[in-house]
């Protein structure tokens, strides 16, 4: 099976969905794909929003671009017709194909630019139906002319059931309100609403079960099915809540997939019950982290909910129902529980570890939160919209106003239970009563008075970022102030700040930079090898060392500067192993952890697909115990590798993938 992954590329599974693993050896990432499709031959083709079809004649390993000289659009949908020919649904029309994909010629004069084919498909009868911002099109010759067949609606997706009824959904196209579900029982001829429970709703036929009847999915609504032609609608419970699902396939009896906002998710009983199965696939931007006493990783997304991984990332699970869509914050109080705060939803709890979450805004006036942070005396603190501020004193059930007194704040942070600083556009200030009086702190020295991230390592050290990328560093709680290097280790604005329990400062740049600084040092030290060049969400140390950054292309870890190898012996080992390397795909490098259950003599080699030896990343004696190393690929090209561990009799190999 294959998914497309928005921005991210084309993921398969050889196991009915349980694991994915990323195909597309060729093809360039991050791309929109926005369809995939398998046609007679078992060639994989897939359309994408920059203009471009990919096509693969080797199950989706290796992809070339086709079509470049004769589509010049967006490719919303494509079709395999019994005839042959292959239809790509597009923003200026439809286009043909009738040698597998190789190359392409415009067959919709009927059709003007601007006026976007949203999908398209071929009936089992051979007739091809495109639905345009106009109406819904059929052509009965293949393409060679087409016929307007229904003026009212403009759909954005279509499937025929195994009865040959043709069910599409979309908006009217003169009002540009939800149609609920229109269909036709006449080979696409003539069109009505089907039923009276999905009329006037936001709604998307998706596809067939194993008994060939539809299944639609309803905005907010969840998953509906008829099996009588329309007329009548059975609701079907889910697991993945009002996530928005894009696709939905039969995998044999009984068996069900469905790819949504929060991932793949998978029924073996006709959709009674479904199970979560994204192992291996990315999900939508991850825009905040949170790091929990035992270890765990909270990530919080948008549009996906919260995930939680416990193996440093290796994977990861899809915590409850309930957390609001757009999640710009997560936090951890431990007795209060954990909180996320969203863009236009306001503040959410759950008091049993993620599994069940509750609205928790209450006096709250705005529902967009920024920040989340509990003050020295265990007070909870939300930064909300236009640097508004809010307290609660009972663990997050009622909020309060936080007058500060003073314009344009910026930030704020506790150093200690007996001060308050203040970041504002015009300085930066302190309080000893939480902003009833104000005192100024920063110096006529600094070049910019408009402080953007206060970032307190521990009660003798607080940092003062300002507009200018300028940081300053105080050690007497700002009565004096020092500046450290000013570049970070590159250009942009702080978007977020970490603090390990040593004190090591990590800061995050808009520029996709990472910087880290330790209590005993002046200058900021870039940590950037591995991450994209994006904006970056959010970070968070872990209770082991490991920085966490949360970036539009998924998380990525690192080891601090802080980090050492001093601790207890190793536990002995008693299974050899070799872990599959991570992040995978790299760019430019990766880590390997393998385990050694006796001192032996370790090889660790990585190879290319020709079986040229190309790097030895270990060739000498080892202790017991689990060890890891860096693959760096920097000076390598792009392709598929492999390592190979060898320890006494023990081999086992593995492959990975290096993506510039």
């Known amino acids: ?214 299944i639609v999915f309803v905005t907010d609504g969840g998953l509906f099915k008829t099996t009588d032609g329309g007329q009548e609608w059975s609701h079907i419970t889910t697991s993945f809540g009002k996530s928005r699902v894009w696709t939905l396939v039969a995998n ?92 236009s939803y306001g503040l959410y709890r759950s008091a049993d570890g993620g599994e069940s979450w509750a609205s928790s805004d209450s006096g709250m006036e705005l529902k967009q939160i920024r920040d989340l942070f509990r003050g020295s005396n265990g007070t909870l603190f939300a930064e909300t919209g236009s640097r508004t501020f809010f307290s609660s004193t009972d663990g997050g059930r009622y909020w309060r106003p936080f007058t500060l007194g003073i314009a344009d704040v910026r930030c704020i942070a506790f150093p200690s239970t007996d001060w308050l600083f203040i970041g504002t556009a015009n300085g930066a200030y302190r309080s000893s009563n939480e902003g009833v009086d104000l005192e100024r702190i920063d110096p006529p020295s600094w070049t910019s008075p408009f402080v953007l991230k206060i970032v307190v390592a521990d009660a003798d050290l607080v940092y003062a970022s300002t507009s200018n990328n300028t940081m300053y560093r105080t050690r007497d709680m700002g009565n004096s102030w020092g500046s450290v290097y000013n570049q970070y280790g590159g250009s942009g604005q702080i978007a977020t700040a970490a603090v390990d329990s040593a004190g090591e400062v990590a800061l995050g740049l808009s520029s996709g930079v990472v910087a880290l600084i330790r209590p005993s040092d002046s200058m900021f030290v870039p940590a950037s090898n591995g991450l994209p060049k994006t904006t970056i969400n959010d970070l968070v140390y872990s209770s082991d060392g490991f920085l966490y950054a949360a970036t539009p292309l998924g998380v990525y870890r690192t080891r601090g500067l802080s980090a050492t190898a001093i601790g207890p012996d190793p536990p002995h080992v008693t299974v050899m192993g070799l872990e599959q390397n991570y992040p995978n795909p790299f760019n430019p490098s990766t880590t390997i952890r393998y385990a050694v259950s006796d001192r032996s003599h370790v090889t660790l080699a990585v190879y290319n697909t020709l079986g040229q030896q190309v790097v030895i990343l270990q060739n000498g004696e080892e202790q017991a115990g689990n060890h890891e190393l860096q693959f760096d690929a920097s000076e390598l090209p792009t392709g598929v590798y492999f390592y190979r561990l060898r320890a006494g009799s023990y081999s086992e190999t593995r492959k990975c993938l290096f993506l510039r």
């Open 252 to 343: 044999g009896a009984d068996s069900l997939i469905a790819g949504t906002d929060s991932g793949v998710h998978t029924s073996i009983d006709g959709g009674r019950t479904w199970k979560h199965n994204s192992v291996g696939l990315p999900w939508l931007t991850p825009t905040a982290l949170e790091a929990q006493a035992d270890g765990r990783i909270l990530a919080g997304t948008d549009g996906c909910g919260v995930f939680a991984s416990s193996n440093h990332g290796a994977s990861w699970t899809l915590l409850g129902e309930g957390v609001p869509s757009d999640i710009t914050t997560i936090k951890d109080f431990e007795a209060e529980g954990i909180f996320v705060g969203s863009e």
């Open 1 to 214: 099976m294959f998914v497309t992954v928005r921005t991210a590329g084309i993921y398969g599974s050889t196991n009915g969905g349980a694991t994915w693993g990323l195909r597309g050896s060729g093809t360039p990432t991050p791309y929109n794909f926005e369809c995939i499709v398998v046609t007679s031959k078992g060639t994989l083709l897939a359309g994408t929003g920059q203009q471009d079809i990919w096509r693969s004649i080797d199950n989706g390993y290796v992809w070339k671009r086709v079509g470049t000289t004769d589509v010049s659009a967006q490719i919303y949908g494509l079709g395999v017709s019994p005839h042959g020919f292959l239809f790509a649904g597009t923003s200026k029309g439809v286009y043909r194909s009738e040698d597998d994909g190789l190359t392409w010629a415009h067959v919709s004069n009927w059709i003007d630019d601007g006026n976007h084919v949203h999908c398209i498909t071929v009936l089992r009868n051979g007739y091809v139906v495109a639905c345009a911002s106009d109406g819904i099109y059929r052509s009965t010759d293949d393409g060679v002319s087409w016929t307007r067949v229904c003026s009212d609606i403009a759909p954005s997706s279509i499937v025929e059931d195994r009865l040959g009824n043709i069910y599409v959904g979309g908006i009217y196209v003169r009002s540009y309100q939800p149609c609920g579900v229109w269909g036709s029982l006449d080979t696409a001829l003539t069109w009505k609403p089907m039923g009276t429970t999905l009329t006037d709703v936001s709604a998307r036929p998706l596809g067939l079960d194993a008994s060939g009847f539809v």
